[in-house]
């Protein structure tokens, strides 16, 4: 196991955000040295959702907690103590069907109000909380249920997505025939739509019905340990092998307060426009503004149905003072502006959070002018996944409050580099919501992270400063990409397309067209039985088999036909070439000789 950092975390900083939630037990240190990044708030008894939900009812229980949209129009408003009294109910059927401390829980949910219900119910059960994208096909989402092993699974009876409804249940049902640790499915009614249903099978709003009378266990909790898990999330294939991350109760509450009143939120309105599954989204668009007690707005649907107005028209509606968000998002609302005949700035707005992936200034410049009224900010979060979300934000509303992460960007062989050189950005302080273990290839991670530069944690984020202290980012070290705040493997991508038949060879790349979109491109060549006249048929055959075996996300976006590869470059050069050619950006698939790739080589 790796040394621990050279550092010693920023203690007075992580005293003053500690006190800021409500312990069963104060920490009696707040780090102790130890493997990876050390030992956090030892001897601390915690309650999850007594700093979340509880304390509110107590205190405010008619402040709105939750704003809820559903994409046909719908809406819901649930306060502090309609909450409280939602988790309590829902925390007693889940005792009721056998939930023990420790056990994993997935939610196969959409964003509705439901999900903020489970996530809360299953903490104060002391389980483990592991979000799953709705719109996974089912042969992804019996790969993730199969890797999670889950004892509980929440669904729905189906979801709508663009005007249309998914069938959650259906896929979920098949899935399950491969996963045997689910013991009870509960689904959520929330189509209406006519399902399966099978032994295990129950109805969330039965359940809730079924245990609405108090008990004498309701009282207060006993916490848990502040390293009790309480969040599972993903990470990008490594090596092949699937991998996810535990990320423990306490420190995603301490950091997520911290960034939330510090950095991210201002007012208390808070929305987050990033699928509920993502980590980020449920640590900075959920959990962090309820431990302030702020209002959450959710949103179920996609932000052009029914028209690209409908981002504008949510801001508006439910006076949303702090959007997060990636930008990814941001720069098809730009797109979308020229079509809006009242492009005005919602008046309610006073912050912008961009997250996932680095913001361009042009993109970021546009946010301040066009999105925000006069005197709003727009900022930049950094984070990953293995570090519980977001810990940088560059413009903060109080930087002399928020701990020191002691960055630095290094060579190699660790030793610092200068303005406009490349290096890897690395902490060499710990942070108090780093992950506690890695499932799968447990090792990949220790030596991507703690390994390779001892004493400090490698981020895997490849940058370069600028003589003003400003880092741009580069890529990754490894075969990795950030997409809207999820991370794809681009080997897994490549790997699901070697599976068919039609392919011979892959390479997949990431590429930016004209108007700044990131987006993955694969350049295969193909057997003997796939050389086929009709290009565009090839390439849907090729995106839905990548789709079905790992999700949207990981389907390239253009298919480069090649007639060959030759072996006059190498791996790592042939990808940059592909990664440069001159392509129209409405291409969905072009046919390329392999000489034109040579060409391109020499000229990059």
């Known amino acids: 196991m790796p040394e621990r950092l050279v550092l010693e975390p920023d203690l007075p900083a992580w005293q003053r955000a500690a006190t800021a939630v409500e312990w069963v037990t104060p920490p009696a240190r707040i780090w102790s040295a130890g493997q990876r990044h050390g030992r956090w708030f030892d001897g601390g008894m915690i309650d999850v959702t007594a700093s979340l939900v509880d304390r509110h009812a107590r205190e405010r229980p008619d402040h709105v907690a939750l704003r809820w949209e559903g994409e046909p129009g719908d809406t819901r408003l649930m306060t502090y103590g309609e909450l409280a009294r939602e988790v309590a109910g829902l925390h007693r059927a889940l005792r009721g069907l ?42 992804a989402l019996t790969a993730r249920l199969a890797s999670l ?14 005007g249309t409804v998914l069938p959650l249940k259906a896929r979920a049902d098949e899935a399950l025939e491969a996963v045997p640790s689910v013991e009870s499915t509960i689904v959520v009614r929330r189509t209406g739509m006519d399902v399966g249903w099978y032994e295990g099978d129950r109805w969330y709003h039965e359940l809730r019905v079924a245990a609405r009378r108090p008990r004498r266990s309701d009282g207060p909790s006993a916490g848990v340990p502040a390293d009790h898990p309480f969040l599972l999330s993903p990470l990008a294939n490594r090596g092949g092998v699937p991998v996810s991350v535990t990320l423990a109760g306490a420190g995603v509450l301490v950091a997520a307060h911290m960034l939330h009143t510090l950095a991210i939120g201002h007012g208390e309105v808070t929305w987050c426009a990033g699928d509920i599954s993502w980590l980020g989204t449920q640590v900075h668009g959920l959990i962090g503004p309820l431990t302030a007690g702020d209002t959450v707005v959710l949103y179920e649907g996609m932000l052009d149905v ?12 439910h006076g949303v003072t702090a959007y997060l968000t990636t930008p990814s998002v941001l720069r098809r609302m730009l797109q979308w502006s020229a079509q809006l005949s009242d492009r ?20 970021r410049g546009w946010a301040q002018e066009c999105l925000l009224p006069e005197g709003g900010t727009v900022a930049d979060g950094w984070g990953q996944v293995e570090l519980g979300g977001i810990v940088a934000v560059d413009r903060p509303h109080r930087p002399d409050q928020l701990p020191d992460l002691g960055l630095a960007v290094l060579d190699e062989t660790g030793a610092g580099v200068g303005a406009g050189e490349r290096g890897e950005l690395v902490l060499r302080r710990p942070w ?59 080997r897994e991508v490549r790997d699901a397309l070697l599976e ?38 090839i390439a849907a055959e090729l995106g839905r ?29 042939r990808r940059r070439a592909v990664a440069s050619l001159p392509v129209p950006d409405s291409a969905s698939v072009v046919r390329v000789r392999w000489e034109e790739v040579l060409a391109q ?3 990059d």
Not at 98 to 111: E, I, M, N, T
Not at 151 to 162: E, N
Not at 306 to 317: H, K, V, Y
Not at 344 to 363: F, K, T
């Open 98 to 139: 056998g939930l023990r401390s420790g056990d994993v829980v997935a939610l196969h949910l959409g964003a509705v109000p439901e999900f903020v219900v489970a996530l809360l119910a299953c903490a104060r059960a002391d389980g483990v909380v592991a979000a799953i994208p709705s719109v996974l096909p089912t042969d």
């Open 149 to 162: 092993s889950p004892r509980i699974l929440f669904t729905q009876d189906g979801a709508w997505r663009r």
């Open 306 to 317: 029914p028209t690209p107005a409908r981002g504008w028209d949510i801001l508006r509606a």
């Open 344 to 363: 005005s700035a919602p008046g309610s707005l006073r912050r912008v959070i961009s997250y996932g992936e680095a913001a361009g200034p042009d993109l």
């Open 432 to 490: 108090a919501s780093t992950m506690l273990t890695a499932s799968g290839a447990a090792a990949v991670v220790d030596e991507l992270h703690w390994g390779r530069i001892p004493g400090v944690y490698a981020t895997g984020d490849l940058v370069q400063s600028t003589a003003d202290g400003d880092l741009v980012f580069l890529g990754r070290t490894d075969e990795v990409v950030s997409f809207s705040g999820v991370l794809v493997s681009l």
């Open 500 to 537: 068919h038949p039609f392919v011979a060879l892959a390479d997949v790349v990431e590429r930016t067209d004209r108007s700044g979109n990131r987006y993955l491109a694969a350049a295969v060549v193909l057997s003997a039985q796939g050389v086929m006249p009709q290009e565009e048929k």
């Open 545 to 573: 088999s990548v789709r079905d075996l790992i999700g949207g996300l990981g389907r390239p976006r253009l298919f480069i036909l090649l007639d060959r590869v030759g072996d006059e470059l190498r791996g790592d050069e």
């Open 601 to 603: 080589a020499s000229t």
